[in-house]
């Protein structure tokens, strides 16, 4: 690979942060319209959305765990390419579904193959940042995945408003048959791990867990936890307040946050450790959910979203780039499933849990029980990821 090029945005790393931006507002593009076209054009129920859109997490968290070993056996390239085609296929199907029984086979299927290709986008990309750059080049491949929780809904409900859902969907197929165009105009190396032989071909827990990253993927699976109060919720509690037209705003004033940060973290990151971001972003976190509590006015909802999108922002490309920098290359598929599996199960856990918290407690002391979970979060970080880190040998 001619990936230590001391240039960050190199042509394939460009091709990369694109691909990921495509997969991402596909994926959030479908998480905003789903409901509303479950409900109107097939005539399903509430309950049948969030089944919907249930059975697509429950198949990628359950091949979650076997992403990695799935990647070490067969390449990167066949997994990238092959998984990115499969994804791309069932993309078009949604054009043909005319029920809810097609619809919640689709959605299942779907989620087996989206669980590979976004654990595998995640080494592959890393072998195009430069070492010295790993923080700022993750930081930034990090960010389009958030930016496609604004460019996603957007590009849903705007094409909803001016033409028919068969376009939609039809648009959608097309960008991510654009993604998987640039991931064949990749140089993907890492060729398929030999055979063992049959008397050594046991299966252990080394085959789906990198025991390496738990720790920081256990300090993922607690942020993500708290965040589900955001992704889930925060919407619900805006209409409560009478700002519900506001919300749109929430998550684009978060994505302006993170981009305007987004290249001194990187190279903070870099030059000063992971310790030197993390503690602040876990602390402007707090603040941002805090802040939430206080909301009765829309520039207060506005304010907590730049503490949460510098905060959470800031978070997650770190803890993810920590757990690439624990493992070797070799191991660095079974690392990111790892991670994801955590995060992807803290997402689950919190948005049930929240539901649960904001029907007993209200909405404003949930957000406080979130606040307090950072801190804690923040303090086991320090004894179990950034003290050992610490003492380890260089």
């Not at 060729?191 to 300090?219: C, G, H, M, R, Y």
């Not at 506001?246 to 305007?260: D, N, Q």
């Not at 009765?296 to 780039?321: K, R």
């Not at 948005?351 to 606040?371: D, K, R």
Request: charged content about 10%; proline content about 3%.
């Amino acid at each position: 690979m001619s990936a230590m090029t001391a240039n960050l945005w190199n042509r394939a790393f460009i091709l990369c942060v694109l691909n990921n931006l495509f997969l991402f507002t596909y994926y959030f593009a479908l998480i905003a319209i789903l409901p509303i076209y479950i409900t109107t054009e097939l005539g399903g129920s509430v309950k049948e959305a969030g089944l919907a859109l249930t059975l697509f997490l429950v198949s990628s968290i359950a091949i979650r765990p076997f992403s990695g070993m799935i990647i070490e056996k067969v390449g990167q390239k066949l997994a990238m390419r092959g998984s990115g085609l499969l994804f791309a296929l069932f993309a078009f199907s949604y054009l043909l579904v005319d029920s809810m029984t097609s619809l919640f086979i689709v959605r299942f299927l779907h989620g087996i193959w989206f669980s590979i290709l976004t654990t595998v986008t995640v080494p592959v990309a890393n072998d195009f940042i430069p070492d010295q750059r790993k923080g700022e080049g993750m930081g930034y491949f990090v960010m389009s995945t958030n930016l496609g929780v604004v460019f996603g809904p957007l590009l849903a409900l705007t094409t909803i408003q001016l033409t028919s859902y068969q376009v939609l969907f039809g648009i959608l197929a097309v960008l991510i048959s654009l993604g998987l165009f640039f991931s064949f105009l990749l140089d993907i190396g890492n060729a398929p791990k030999p055979l063992q032989s049959a008397q050594n071909k046991t299966f252990s827990w080394q085959d789906i867990v990198e025991t390496k990253v738990l720790a920081v993927s256990f300090i993922a699976l607690l942020t993500a936890f708290a965040y589900s109060s955001i992704t889930s919720f925060i919407t619900v509690f805006a209409e409560t307040k009478g700002l519900l037209a506001y919300v749109s705003l929430f998550f684009i004033v978060f994505a302006v946050s993170m981009l305007v940060v987004r290249p001194w973290v990187g190279r903070f990151y870099d030059r000063k450790g992971a310790d030197a971001v993390i503690y602040p972003s876990f602390l402007f976190f707090m603040v941002g959910l805090v802040m939430v509590t206080w909301v009765n006015h829309q520039w207060m909802l506005w304010l907590s979203a730049v503490f949460i999108g510098i905060g959470y922002g800031s978070l997650f490309p770190c803890l993810q780039t920590l757990a690439i920098q624990s493992v070797s290359k070799q191991r660095m598929g079974h690392a990111i499933s790892t991670f994801f599996t955590l995060f992807d199960l803290g997402l689950a856990i919190g948005s049930v849990a929240m539901g649960i918290f904001i029907a007993h407690w209200g909405f404003e002391t949930t957000y406080i029980i979130c606040a307090i979970t950072v801190i804690l979060t923040l303090l086991i970080y320090r004894h179990t990821v950034s003290k050992k880190r610490a003492a380890a040998p260089v």
